[in-house]
């Protein structure tokens, strides 16, 4: 977690959630530490809002000038989450053996393609 400032973590109800942020080994980022009310069940769904923002301190984020792209018009802004990159811009485990859903929501000039991986299960264009 190299690069994210938290502002509140907490249940979606709005429990806050006490948290402790340490960073044992800074070339594999923070660890972050959340502190139930109280203990959790086996088989126990929770579901957690982490409201945060990245900083300049991340490092999965690159842009291009738009002189340095193929039409010269735009800058490209793309994301490089190999290696242990992806926990700089999203307070994640990132590891291969924890597998996770999300919810993604790009907002773009018409002019601007946004791709994004995973798998889609809906589209939606507005002329905002």
């Not at 080994?25 to 957690?48: A, E």
């Not at 990245?54 to 690159?62: E, F, H, P, Y």
């Not at 929501?105 to 018409?110: F, K, V």
């Amino acid at each position: 977690m190299n690069g994210i400032d938290i502002m509140s973590i907490h249940d979606i109800f709005g429990t806050q959630f006490d948290y402790d942020v340490k960073t044992p080994n800074p070339s594999l980022g923070d660890q972050l530490h959340i502190f139930f009310k109280s203990p959790l069940m086996k088989n126990k769904v929770i579901d957690i809002v982490m409201e945060y923002h990245t900083t300049s301190k991340q490092t999965a984020v690159s842009w291009l000038k738009p002189e340095q792209t193929a039409f010269k018009k735009f800058p490209f802004m793309f994301t490089q989450c190999e290696a242990i990159y992806c926990r700089s811009i999203l307070p994640i485990q990132d590891s291969p053996s924890v597998k996770f859903t999300y919810e993604l929501q790009i907002n773009t000039p018409r002019a601007l393609v946004a791709k994004a991986s995973g798998n889609r299960t809906r589209e939606a264009f507005t002329d905002n």
